[in-house]
Each structure stands twice: as C-alpha cells, then as structure tokens.
C-alpha cells in the first residue's frame, strides 16, 4: 500500500504526515510517497486556490508517483544478500 503526503497552501507543521509515517512503520508492506517533499516549492504545479494541480502539476506528480512504486517493486524484487 502507497500514502501520499499532500501539499496545501497554509502550514500544517508535519501533523499530516504523522499518521502515514506511523502506518509505514507499524507495517512492511506500507510506503509513504513523499509528495510535499517534491512539490512544496513549486507553487506553479498549483491551480489559482492552491490545492489543486495544474496540468503540468498533474504531469508531474504522475510521474513522481510512478518512479517511487517502481523504486519499491524494484527493490522488493530484487535479491536479497546472504
């Protein structure tokens, strides 16, 4: 399972993030997506309110989105040392 964390215009201090990162924690097969970290920056991905993207906002997080799973389907699939 994949969470995403989000980016909204107004501070939320990281309390959004808490309860992903605790899930991921608590359960193997739970990866967080770390959007804000790549988004938060680029208020030109962001439609006029803020919250909703762009075109080129989507394109982006499409993109982002589908190099973090395969990163964790690559890794899960991949060997392990002995």
Same mark, same amino acid.
């Given at each position: 399972m994949f969470l995403v964390t989000i980016t909204v215009p107004r501070p939320l201090g990281g309390a959004e993030q808490r309860p992903l990162n605790a899930c991921a924690c608590a359960h193997d097969k739970v990866h967080v997506i770390r959007w804000w970290s790549k988004s938060h920056a680029h208020?030109?991905? !962001?439609?006029?309110? +803020?919250y909703h993207l762009?075109?080129?906002g989507r394109a &982006?997080? &499409?993109? !982002?989105v589908d190099r973090?799973?395969? +990163? &964790?389907v690559a890794a899960l699939r991949a060997p392990t040392a002995r």
């Open positions: 208020s030109e991905w !962001f439609a006029d309110d +803020g762009n075109a080129e &982006v997080d &499409v993109r !982002f973090q799973v395969d +990163g &964790v």
